[in-house]
């Protein structure tokens, strides 16, 4: 098995995500390669600071740097190597439009040798944030593919208007359990130098639009939470204007209310972030599906989710957290339940019990049923 896509040296979900994949197929047998790239994105781009992890590469992995995303002569060069490689699967990850015309002439060529199946992991068809191209691009991908692996049900919707439903399976987002065990509370608190009498609450990741840390903002303002010592950590790198929400900020007066940690938070460091807070809040204006809610589930720490894309199919609302609808007024009002109620303890234990349908196993035999 090959998997092109994102891996060390460069950093992210998707990297964690394709090095966990790589490791479980090859705990089924599998002989595995990732192929990465050369060229991700170029720099002007790209949003953040750097592409690229300080963290040590994963041990036992078969990492190649091998697709430039913007160069052509190179995805020819792939593609043919891809051919003459003659791999039972080669998985693809597909996230955004911009990668679809590299990965469609890859996958096109990869496939020529009658023998090599290609199957897509397909994060998004249509993206959060939309252009006038998408439709089109993704419609050049998906017609040179095998088929795909859906990670909520609604990208598997999307995928039936492009009348490519039938070689397209769901499975959902697998436990991210690769950030390390649980650290007590004391230990996380001391790492961040926070107090002890204060409970947290955290927004984590990458920080967009579409992820709706302005509605959480404008839920901080409320005044029954600025009566509870509660705080809101912010760990994430921006990725769009930063300035925007710290001007947000100063207009609702809940400067003491938050903890900005707006930098990228390196793997080794993970573990401290979920372990300090509560509980796990995702305003999303927009989603399919995501990792920190895995995450949230290895460490056992309850969320809440808006009723938007697919997170509500992950987080069961009053089981292991809170759906709300996408507005400051919904979200202060559960976030306000959750400590006046002391619900925690409840929805840890749901969750010890709710994260067992999230296994690596599972996505496995999924992208092995579609080959099929």
Excluded at 142 to 166: H, R, W, Y
């Amino acid at each position: 098995m090959i998997l092109v896509g994102t891996a060390h040296p460069f950093r992210g979900g998707l990297a964690v995500y394709n090095e966990h994949l790589a490791k479980s197929f090859q705990e089924n047998g599998y002989e595995v390669e990732i192929w990465t790239f050369t060229v991700q994105y170029p720099n002007f781009l790209f949003p953040g600071k750097t592409q690229f992890s300080t963290e040590p590469a994963p041990q036992g992995l078969v990492i190649r740097r091998e697709l430039n995303s913007v160069n052509p002569f190179n995805w020819l060069k792939v593609g043919r190597r891809l051919r003459k490689a003659q791999a039972d699967i080669v998985v693809m990850r597909f996230w955004i439009p911009y990668m679809a015309p590299s990965h469609g002439v890859v996958s096109r060529l990869a496939r020529k040798n009658k023998k090599t199946r290609v199957v897509s992991i397909l994060d998004n068809i249509i993206p959060h944030e939309k252009g006038f191209a998408d439709r089109l691009l993704a419609s050049y991908f998906l017609k040179s593919i095998d088929g795909g692996v859906t990670m909520s049900k609604s990208v598997l919707e999307d995928a039936k208007s492009f009348d490519v439903e039938e070689k397209v399976l769901f499975c959902p987002h697998p436990l991210y359990d690769n950030f390390g065990e649980k650290v007590g509370r004391e230990e996380a608190l001391r790492f961040f130098h926070l107090e002890a009498d204060t409970r947290y609450m955290l927004f984590f990741g990458i920080i967009r639009d579409y992820k709706g840390l302005d509605l959480l903002l404008k839920a901080m303002s409320d005044e029954r939470l600025k009566q509870m010592k509660v705080k809101l950590i912010v760990a994430g790198e921006f990725y769009n204007n930063g300035e925007q929400y710290h001007e947000l900020e100063q207009q609702l007066g809940i400067s003491d209310q938050l903890v900005w940690r707006s930098q990228f938070v390196p793997d080794s460091e993970v573990r401290y972030y979920f372990n300090v807070a509560d509980i796990v809040v995702q305003p999303y204006k927009s989603a399919t599906q995501s990792g920190v809610t895995q995450i949230a589930y290895h460490f056992e720490k309850p969320m809440l989710v808006t009723d938007v894309g697919g997170l509500k199919e992950i987080v069961p609302n009053g089981v292991v957290g809170y759906v709300t609808q996408p507005n400051p007024t919904a979200i202060a009002d559960a976030l306000v339940d959750f400590y006046e109620n002391s619900r925690a303890s409840e929805f840890e234990k749901n969750m010890a019990a709710e994260k067992k349908k999230y296994s690596w196993k599972r996505m496995v035999e999924t992208i092995e049923a579609v080959v099929k």
